[in-house]
């Protein structure tokens, strides 16, 4: 079956822009998780979301925002770039719960110059 | 604050060894814990995983042991392969409510297998 589509794979923004980023999860997974990966901070939760709902969030800034729709694609939306934004974003696939483990997607590369 | 830590960013072995990963975590409402496995340009894949009420977890080349007294994990690969050469991460969930919507990983340790 298909994994986790994420879109674009690389991208390069300009300081100040905002920017959308796009997942299909696995068929019939309703659970869609994002994290954000950086060289020194690891991989950090930004939000999940299920049938549409945000039902956890991150420690980040109202800048990061995320939806889901109804066919459980889910877009994350981040708003004023700063250069720190650089990173790798995660997204992740499950049937509903963290612990039975996730599909990953490769992940789109932003650069914020 | 650091709820989840791999103190070793990187370790080396030779193939036909056995790699030892380790994972310390401080949140004692942690009751699930598992292992990813990461190569470059790719997303983590899920590799194990282990429940609180288990001390052992085993499949195939890869057992992940649990201390809860401790409050530590790790990964145990017999025999290394070259292709096991990637980043691990350790990551913990809480089972119940809301935290259990995500999970909080390590830093991760680059594995290095040598042939």
């Known amino acids: 079956k298909a994994g986790v589509t994420q879109t674009p794979r690389y991208l390069i923004k300009t300081r100040g822009q905002q920017v959308t980023l796009s997942c299909s999860p696995i068929?019939?997974?309703?659970?869609v998780s994002w994290y954000q990966q950086t060289p020194g901070q690891g991989l950090q939760f930004l939000f999940e979301y299920f049938s549409e709902t945000q039902r956890n969030k991150g420690n980040f800034p109202g800048r990061f925002s995320g939806r889901q729709f109804s066919n459980s694609r889910s877009e994350m939306n981040v708003s004023t770039l700063e250069l720190g934004d650089s990173a790798l974003y995660l997204c992740a696939s499950s049937r509903g719960q963290a612990h039975y483990g996730y599909t990953f997607g490769s992940g789109t590369r932003l650069t914020v110059v | 604050d650091q709820q989840v830590k791999q103190n070793s960013p990187s370790l080396s072995v030779q193939e036909g060894r056995i790699s030892i990963l380790n994972c310390d975590y401080t949140n004692s409402m942690f009751d699930y814990f598992l292992w990813y496995k990461k190569y470059p340009a790719e997303g983590p894949t899920f590799l194990i995983s282990?429940?609180?009420?288990?001390d052992k977890n085993e499949d195939g080349r890869f057992t992940v042991f649990l201390n809860k007294s401790a409050k530590h994990l790790s990964l145990h690969i017999v025999p290394s392969q070259p292709g096991d050469s990637a980043v691990y991460f350790c990551a913990a969930s809480v089972g119940s409510g809301g935290s259990n919507y995500k999970l909080t990983f390590g830093k991760g340790t680059l594995l290095t297998v040598n042939p």
């Open positions: 068929s019939g997974h309703r659970s």
């Open positions: 282990i429940s609180s009420i288990k």
